[in-house]
Nanobody, 127 residues
Framework: EVQLVESGGALVQAGGSLRLSCVVS????????IAWFRQAPGKERQGVSC???????TWYGDSVKGRFTMSTDNANTVYLQMDNLEPEDTAVYYC?????????????????????WGQGTQVTVSS
């Protein structure tokens, strides 16, 4: 059974930092690329970041560039380091997997066609 399990969400003040983790099991990690998405209440799901295995490309959405950093342990976990958080970053954050190579367009438009999803972790940023 394929599982993606997010953790690390919390309530934090604006300007603070959080690190989210996504532990992947049940699939060959190198055969899949992982992306992070988020969805705020009443809003569409938004692509946040993704990491492509074959060339190491890391993509970030415009709203998080320069503040968020995605990384991996190349074993079974991906991370999303979130710095200088803003109230607008409040959302449920999801990780998702797509058989490599990931389609950047799919990530940018909110994750259409991703193969597997996690359950999400809540991030709340207070002003």
């Amino acid at each position: 059974e394929v599982q993606l399990v997010e953790s690390g969400g919390a309530l934090v003040q604006a300007g603070g930092s959080l690190r989210l983790s996504c532990v992947v099991s049940g699939l060959t990690f190198d055969d899949y690329d992982i992306a992070w998405f988020r969805q705020a209440p009443g809003k569409e799901r938004q692509g946040v970041s993704c990491l492509r295995h074959d060339d190491g490309l890391t993509w970030y959405g415009d709203s998080v560039k320069g503040r968020f950093t995605m990384s991996t342990d190349n074993a079974n976990t991906v991370y999303l380091q979130m710095d200088n958080l803003e109230p607008e970053d409040t959302a449920v954050y999801y990780c998702a997997a797509q058989r490599a190579p990931i389609t950047l367009t799919a990530v940018a438009i909110g994750g259409f066609g991703m193969d597997y999803w996690g359950q999400g972790t809540q991030v709340t940023v207070s002003s």
